[in-house]
């Protein structure tokens, strides 16, 4: 293994390698994930070469030096089992360093996430659906404009484990997506985001106080999307009325993970959370 090393990615490499090996593994990234993903942590991207030959990446994305998160773990298959994994791994917890870390772990992995410490916090599954119209009980929701910008960080650091304020100022203003918020009385009580991806669309986050909250902002996003479009949600299992939503509209069960964590399960309301933003940054 003497002609392996490990190096941070450039923006190019995460996307046309980690983004695009997510892609091949069925994953289904958003088609503009990359930028918006590498501009919120340059340096917590790595590669793993093997004679100048990229055969392994991860992404260990360190917000405000106060939580971590783990995604786009992947060895090519060819070079699985040969202990290139671990090591870019552990180059991965130790740039995270103390942090609490986060990750969301595919079903093959998380007996080894479980070696390395994580413990299982619960459930994140995938339902795909076809977009459609459906019956809007609020008037509340729009799409977001910059003037709701501090809102919406505010109201998005409630149910997240730290600030995620570089992640939001990219993620707002993606190409092939729409945000929609949801006000009282000028206060931010929700907010959504979709976007276009390899297939279909995904929404992500899905944030809302109630559940006639979330129910606008999915149909407004569903809307987005255009009727008959492929649609996405991740929803955390142990939010019941996540579930439903996603039961209501016919939206079937398609993949899994387990969120774990390195540390302690974050002090957030999973009931506010009907859709997770992503599996790769959390």
């Known amino acids: 293994m003497k002609n392996y090393i490990i190096r941070n990615m450039t923006y190019a490499e995460v996307k046309d390698i980690a983004v695009q ?16 993903f590498y501009n919120t942590d340059t340096i917590g991207f790595f590669v793993g070469l093997l004679d ?9 994305v360190s917000y405000e030096s106060i939580f971590g998160f783990i995604g786009f773990y992947i060895v090519k298959k060819e070079f699985r089992g040969k202990g ?4 870019i791994w552990n180059k991965a917890l130790e740039y995270l360093d103390s942090l609490n870390i986060g990750l969301d772990g595919v079903v093959a992995q998380q007996d080894n996430y479980v070696k390395s410490g994580f413990r299982l916090a619960y459930r994140n599954i995938r339902y795909e659906g076809i977009a459609a119209d459906g019956f809007d009980n609020t008037t509340s929701v729009i799409p977001y404009s910059k003037h709701y910008f501090e809102k919406l960080v505010k109201y998005d650091s409630k149910l997240f484990p730290a600030s995620r304020k570089r992640f ?8 092939d997506a729409q945000t929609f918020v949801s006000l009282e009385n ?7 985001t979709i976007r276009k991806c390899k297939v279909g669309y995904k929404i992500g986050p899905l944030f809302a106080d ?30 019941v009325n996540a579930v439903n939503l996603a039961a209501n509209y016919g939206m079937k069960k398609v993949f899994e993970t387990a969120r774990m964590y ?10 506010n959370i009907y859709g ?7």
Request: aromatic share 10%.
């Open 262 to 271: 390195s540390k302690e399960e974050p002090n957030i309301n999973i009931d």
């Open 52 to 60: 100048n030959i990229p055969v392994a990446c991860i992404s260990a």
């Open 186 to 192: 000028d206060a931010l009580n929700g907010y959504a």
């Open 210 to 239: 109630d559940n006639d909250i979330a129910n606008s902002l999915f149909i407004s996003a569903n809307k987005f999307a255009g009727e008959g479009s492929i649609i996405f949600l991740d929803t955390p299992e142990i939010n």
């Open 168 to 175: 939001l100022e990219s993620w707002v203003e993606l190409n």
């Open 21 to 36: 090996w997510a892609a091949d593994e069925g994953w289904n990234p958003g088609l503009n994930d990359a930028q918006v």
């Open 84 to 87: 290139y994994g671990i090591k």
């Open 276 to 282: 997770v933003t992503t599996f790769e940054l959390g």
